[in-house]
C-alpha cells in the first residue's frame, strides 16, 4: 500500500526484446541510483538515465512510465535534459504527486523497444 502522501518510483534498466545481429552493438541504458524511491508528495523526482555500450551518442533518450512514453504535456511540470556529449538524459517531475507513481525506464534513440516490469 502506498501512503497518498509519498509517490513511489520503481526504475529498470532497458532491456530489449530483439536479439542483436552478429558484429552489431545494441545500445542499452541505466538509471542511477537506488532501484526504488519514495518521495514525498510535492517535492520534485530527479532520474538520470545514462546510455551504455552505445557506438556513437543517442540523437534523444526516451522516458517510459509503465511501458509507455511519459506524456510531457498531460501533466506539466516534467522535463527532460539530454546531454549527447555525455550519453545521459535527466527526467525531472516537479511537485509529485500520488498519479506520478510507478515504474520508469529509458532507451536510447537508437535501441530496440524496452520492456518494462511494474
Do not use: H
Not at 22 to 45: C, P, Q, R, Y
Not at 60 to 74: A, C, L
Not at 89 to 106: E, F, H, Q, W
Amino acid at each position: 500500500m502506498i501512503n497518498r502522501n509519498l509517490a513511489r518510483c520503481g526504475t529498470t534498466a532497458a532491456r530489449n526484446r530483439k536479439p542483436a545481429p552478429d558484429n552489431t552493438e545494441v545500445s542499452k541504458a541505466k538509471i542511477l541510483g537506488n532501484s526504488e524511491l519514495f518521495i514525498k508528495s510535492g517535492s520534485d523526482i530527479n532520474l538520470t538515465c545514462v546510455a551504455l555500450q552505445s557506438p556513437a551518442p543517442p540523437s534523444f533518450i526516451y522516458w517510459y512510465k509503465g511501458g509507455r512514453v511519459v506524456n510531457y504535456s498531460q501533466r506539466g511540470g516534467i522535463s527532460v535534459l539530454t546531454e549527447r556529449q555525455t550519453k545521459t538524459s535527466k527526467l525531472v517531475i516537479a511537485r509529485a504527486m500520488p498519479s506520478d507513481s510507478g515504474n520508469y525506464t529509458c532507451s536510447p534513440s537508437s535501441s530496440a523497444q524496452p520492456t518494462a516490469q511494474e
